[in-house]
């Protein structure tokens, strides 16, 4: 099995609800996104994809996140909200949407509110739906 790792970062606001009062207020986040992408095998330029083609792809992710209010977003509503653990979880299959026809498959997504502060969503073992 091989696995790749790309890192990224998006500056956004977001608001939760029923948490920490401090995080019901309006605040935002310079996020970073560690994404991880896994298959058996590489392909005949000896690699597993290209990383400016996997970047191509998250660039495309980003830019849907990019300085905006999160909770606008069509994705995100008061049942589904831009908390760190849906923000991977949407990361992650929006990507992997994007490699639909490769043999490449979105291992784990983790997104970093703050240096100490993080929420990890798996794909499962891609070694089982490769």
């Avoid at 956004?12 to 309006?26: G, I, T």
């Amino acid at each position: 099995m091989f696995e790749l790792k790309v890192v990224t970062y998006f500056a956004a606001a977001h608001q939760l609800k029923m948490v920490a009062k401090k995080c019901e207020n309006l605040h935002g986040h310079n996020w970073k996104i560690e994404i991880c992408v896994a298959g058996e095998t590489l392909n005949n330029a000896g690699v597993l994809i290209d990383f400016g083609e996997l970047k191509q792809h998250v660039l495309e992710i980003m830019t849907r996140l990019d300085h905006k209010f999160l909770n606008e977003l069509d994705y995100f509503d008061d049942n589904n909200p831009p908390s760190s653990e849906n923000i991977s979880y949407y990361i992650a299959n929006s990507l992997q949407t994007l490699l639909k026809d490769s043999n490449v498959k979105v291992a784990r997504v983790t997104a970093w509110e703050s240096e100490d502060a993080c929420a990890t969503y798996f794909m499962g073992n891609p070694s089982l739906s490769l």
